[in-house]
């Protein structure tokens, strides 16, 4: 098939990630995929764990929330011409695109051309906004965001939880195919051993707890630190964090101050085919804490790695995780909890080992790769363009087409 793929992500963080894995994981399938986009990227690009757009954040700052707000809608017009000229061209049969806010160019293009359309959605933006930074124009915001989901013609959200949301505001359970985030099989295989590691960062005999990503206050991993500085920690953990972000002077800090400023390590923003050698060091992989709705890319990466994982006991992470058996789950508002379940995992290898092993093999029985989604993805593209309506497209993902 032609798919058109349009997003408005400048950023080269997870959402990178996502997009871009995305369209090489469909082109490898055999479809044409013709990329809209800020700046002509052509989902090609590279990306690096924890890198932002500066000058994006820096005009955010700048501008009166509503004059942002109205130049994001306003860019939609933008795109809508981007879109036209690149349909004209490539004669698409169906339109794949990354919800944003303020953007409703695809669903322009969808009326103006009556072509079939996929709608990515990773979060409740308006929600989100208003939650993170407040909006200026939050009528509008809701208008933009609804109608999307209500135009497009199947919404693809990454966790039930996600989906339940957008349900809530008039889209049909049959147009919702809940299709979580992934991972490159490829991109994991030639990661080292564990040993290896540990021997390329002079930690050979510690106990490695890890976290990658943009780390941030509410991820929690000063919980980590008290931890290592309490007595039921052993005298060989040591904390390696994949990463960068704003929590990171805050968190070396607070490790100096409890006497950890030897055990704890940030590498800084790594490339992203750097990543697995750097996580195939955890001995225990960490998800402190998540946003409600969110499925988390480190989360696969450690699954893929088949490494022990410890995260909170909430419903988008029990969608993928079972307590006890691919993962060690915590009630995510006790800090008891977490130090318990933190201390059991150090104590136990035994049980790192089961919870590696069922972590590895969740992958593939549960079809969480970049390439199980695009076989998906393209099951209901091609029932929309077949003319089959939109609960029948759907009902295409349900069967995960070529996974076992």
Known sequence: MKILYHHRTASKDGQAVHIEEM????????????????????GRGGGAMGAKVGWVH???????????????????????????RAAGEFKPDVLYERSNLFLVSGVMLKRKLGLPMLLEVNSPLTDERMRFGGLGLPGLARWSETLTWRKADVV???TQVLADTIAAHGVPAERLVVIPNGINEHHFAGAPTPEAAKAALGWSDALVLGFTGFVRD??????????????????????????DGPARAELEALAAQLGLAERVRFTGVVPRDD?????????????????PYASPLKLFEYLALGKAVLAPRVPNIMEILRDGDNALLFDVDSDESFAAALGRLAGDAALRQQLSARARATIG????????????VAAMAGALRAGQPAAAAAAQATARPGLS
């Open 58 to 84: 820096g005009l955010r700052a700048k501008l009166p929330k509503a004059l942002y707000e109205l130049l994001e809608l306003g860019y939609s017009w933008v795109a809508y011409r981007n879109l036209l």
């Open 275 to 291: 990543v697995p050698a750097r996580v195939a060091a955890f001995d225990i992989a960490l998800q402190p804490a998540v946003t």
């Open 23 to 42: 369209i090489s994981a469909l082109r490898e399938l055999g479809h044409e995929v013709r990329v809209v986009a800020p700046a002509g990227d052509d």
């Open 156 to 158: 693809l959200p990454v």
């Open 365 to 376: 029985e549960m079809g969480l790769t970049w390439r199980g989604n695009a076989l998906r």
């Open 218 to 243: 509410w991820h929690r991993v000063d919980r980590v630190l008290h931890w290592m500085a309490g007595p039921a920690s052993p005298a060989n953990a040591r904390l390696l964090v994949v990463g």
